[in-house]
RNA sequence: CGGGGUAUAGCGCAGUCUGGUAGCGCGGAAGUUUUGGGUACUUCAGGUCGCAGGUUCGAAUCCUGCUGCCCCGACCA
């Protein structure tokens, strides 16, 4: 997709719908629908239509440029995966009906991956057996399926989802710790470029299993658990990008991890009170948005990964998993940035950064303001969308609010008259009647 | 997986109790009008009433079975 490249409406595939479909509970997935960025085929299966797509795709890659950045070495694993790898690593009988379970025409068992930690671990079995070639850290960013019992809450927990998945290898457990540490500053940085603020919380580890793990969760009423914390870890300073991966990062860990932080499963409640002074406690809910775990172990053991070390003995390599729930994201970044009136995108994962309104179509003054302005966006390489259509004004600002673009340049002959055009920033709602050029300068600046 | 709902036009709904071959609003098309926060009016198009059986002269409506979807709970990125 050339994000870059403008869009006039007109051309567009953007089906607003006025009204709430009623299936949609939470606002996340009303405003989802309403926008016309999703579509439902199946009770957690959606279709991610052009402008939910954008927005997916833009969280995609953030996510992979802050893992770049820390290190990590992107692949692509298949969705479909064989029954019997699962078998090795014990794992086939031990997940239950929430695997989709399939076959193929010559009855070979196979199944939708939920994941893909023996896949992972099957691969780098398969090329790396000396602890020169270590540490290593491959991700990949697929659809995955969980055959949920209940889907609710539109994309925030479909069955399909799209999500970024991180395997750490290592030759010993301090150096996993390492590779831990990196990912947890990575993610820190990740939601953060988001406009989200997403606290790591202890909690447990779950099915994949393992000794140590955070959930990264952003707080909302929304949200799926309850959560304790400290009011403290929502003002806690976020690395820089220029954050030395290769540095110890333990110390940002600890400051990360030394304010209570919990989820209900966990939670200790003489502890909290313990640690935390009764002004400063939290307690709400909130939307797991990643969850990093080291597991040592678990899947190099029985699979048999084995490394050969400088004494020239073989042991099992030290793992890690770490997942960012993309598709999730979308959703919670709407549940974290809206109002009333719609949608309020952060710019970082806005579909369009500019909705340019064109109040009257076929006046010659407002096409070629519209036209002019349109032209210098594109050339600035600033993402907009035009909405060129014969609609009343009235139903262009509902829409474009609704779709939450941050920016909005309306052009109308009122303004035109005066050699004005008007640029509404959908976050606060200010409106300014400036001059075109002055609106290309701060429009194209940033 | 337990409990509760629901299924009628693209979306939101009425009609079902009391059987007589389907209607309203929004949206869509054509037109007049209007033009800075979803303008008003006129006309038009669009539905084998979730599916399969059954009862009946006749079923959206009554009976049986099935399926999809939603909500609460348990469970989960």
Not at 226 to 253: K, M, Q, R
Not at 285 to 291: D, S, T, Y
Not at 400 to 421: S, T
């Amino acid at each position: 997709m050339d994000y870059k490249q403008p869009m006039r409406l007109s051309r567009y595939f953007l089906p607003i719908l006025r009204e709430t479909p009623k299936e949609a509970e939470i606002v996340s997935h009303r405003l989802m629908l309403r926008a016309g960025m999703i579509r439902q085929e199946a009770a957690g299966i959606y279709a991610w239509l052009p402008l939910g797509l954008r927005v997916l795709q833009k969280v995609a890659q953030i996510v992979r440029e802050e893992m770049d950045r820390a290190g990590a070495i992107e692949l692509l694993m298949p969705t479909l995966q064989l029954a019997d790898l699962w078998r090795e690593s014990g794992r086939y009988e031990a997940y239950g009906p929430e695997m989709l379970r399939i076959k193929d025409r010559h009855q070979r068992e196979l199944l939708y991956g939920p994941t893909n930690e023996d896949m992972i671990t099957e691969i780098f079995r398969a090329y790396v057996r000396s602890y020169r070639d270590l540490p290593k850290i491959l991700y990949h960013i697929q659809w995955k399926f969980r055959d949920e019992q209940r889907p609710r809450f539109g994309v925030m927990r479909g069955r399909e989802f799209l999500m970024k998945d991180a395997y750490s290898f290592d030759f010993d457990e301090a150096s996993a710790r390492l590779s831990y540490n990196r990912m947890f500053v990575a993610y820190l940085r990740i939601f953060a470029r988001m406009g989200l603020r997403a606290i790591p919380m202890r909690a447990e580890t779950g099915p994949i299993g393992g000794d140590l793990s955070h959930e990264f969760i952003i707080l909302a009423e929304t949200g799926e658990s309850g959560v304790f914390c400290h009011a403290d870890v929502l003002n806690l300073p976020v690395p820089p990008e220029t954050t030395d991966y290769d540095s110890d990062l333990s110390a940002i860990i600890k400051e990360w991890t030394s304010l209570y932080a919990a989820t209900e499963d966990v939670h200790d409640e003489a502890r909290f009170e313990r640690e935390t002074p009764e002004e400063k406690r939290i307690h709400t809910r909130g939307i797991e948005v990643g969850q990093v775990f080291y597991f040592g172990e678990k899947y190099s053991k029985p699979m048999q990964s084995l490394i050969a070390g400088p004494d020239g003995v073989d042991r099992p390599f030290q793992g890690g998993s770490y997942g960012v729930g993309v598709s999730r994201l979308v959703g919670a970044l709407i549940e974290a940035n809206h109002d009333e009136q719609g949608i309020i995108w952060p710019e970082a994962v806005a579909p369009f950064k500019i909705g340019l309104a064109n109040l009257k179509v076929g006046d010659a003054a407002t096409d070629k303001a519209c036209a002019d302005l349109f032209a210098a966006l594109q050339k600035a390489g600033v993402e907009v969308l035009y909405d060129d259509t014969d609609e009343r004004p009235g139903g262009k600002f509902a829409r474009l609010d609704l779709i939450g673009l941050p920016y909005q340049i309306i052009v109308g002959p009122k303004g035109l008259a005066e050699g004005k055009v008007e640029l509404k920033t959908r976050a606060t709602g200010a409106r300014e009647s400036l001059d075109p050029a002055e609106v290309l300068a701060r429009l194209a600046a940033a």
